[in-house]
């Protein structure tokens, strides 16, 4: 979900399980979304994407689903492991196509071994 | 390839002096963004060049400057730093602007005294 003040809300889970981080977005012009996944010192790396045109797309070990009745979208990792321990964002195409991308504040996952 | 470079990856910078972050990308890409990020905040678009050519201002453009030098470098200038604008800045690309991910650098960690 969507940070509060300075902290990041926190996803903790056991190595192993599968984890799911979610987002709402804000704009129902909206036709394209990102997650991109952040380690400490770097930029943010992509994920996965998906058009409004679909509900859900599949990559390997990650699943995004795209609610647009209630504008939700999440990001499923299948048998986490502590390398996918980082600051999970989402964006959109706030505005729809030549849309710039507006990202979320972030969640970040913490993988337990 | 390298994917996005930017150049310096930290600066400390007294109040009033400028600087010009540079970001130069190897892709092809048509698109070009600098973000800031802060705690907290996410990433907010500072401006945009959505093709060689054409600069365009983001969420957070006051106290900033940019020049899309040509298809492959797009710089930021800080003419005059104010503490404000402690932050760290990415700049991005992609193929085509509100439909394609943005590929990151790796940020240029900025301090203003």
């Known amino acids: 979900g969507e940070s509060v003040g300075l902290h990041l809300p926190t996803l903790s889970v056991q190595e192993g399980d599968n984890s799911i981080i979610n987002c709402a977005y804000s704009?129902?012009?909206?036709?394209?979304f990102i997650w991109y996944k952040q380690e400490s010192g770097k930029g943010p790396q992509f994920i996965i994407d998906?058009?409004?045109?679909?509900d859900k797309r599949q990559g390997q070990r990650v699943t995004v689903l795209l609610n647009k009745t209630v504008k939700h979208l999440s990001l499923q990792i299948a048998a986490t492991q502590p390398g996918d321990s980082a600051v999970y964002f989402c964006?959109?195409?706030?505005?729809?196509?030549?849309?710039?991308?507006?990202f979320g504040k972030g969640t970040k996952l913490s993988v337990k071994p | 390839n390298a994917g996005v470079t930017q150049t310096p990856k930290f600066q400390v910078l007294k109040t009033g002096q400028s600087m010009t972050l540079q970001c130069a990308q190897d892709?092809?890409?048509?698109?070009m963004y600098w973000y800031r990020q802060d705690p907290g905040m996410g990433l907010r678009l500072i401006y945009y060049?959505?093709?060689?050519?054409?600069?365009d201002k983001g969420e957070v453009p006051n106290g900033y400057n940019v020049s899309r030098l040509n298809k492959r470098e797009f710089s930021l200038r800080l003419e005059s730093a104010a503490p404000s604008q402690t932050s760290v800045y990415f700049c991005?690309?992609?193929?085509?602007?509100?439909?394609?991910?943005?590929?990151f650098g790796n940020g240029t960690r900025l301090t203003v005294t």
């Open positions: 991005a690309s992609s193929e085509l602007q509100g439909k394609s991910p943005l590929h």
């Open positions: 704009n129902s012009a909206s036709d394209y």
């Open positions: 998906i058009r409004s045109n679909m």
């Open positions: 964006a959109e195409n706030k505005g729809g196509s030549q849309g710039n991308l507006i």
């Open positions: 892709m092809n890409h048509n698109s």
């Open positions: 060049s959505a093709s060689e050519g054409t600069t």
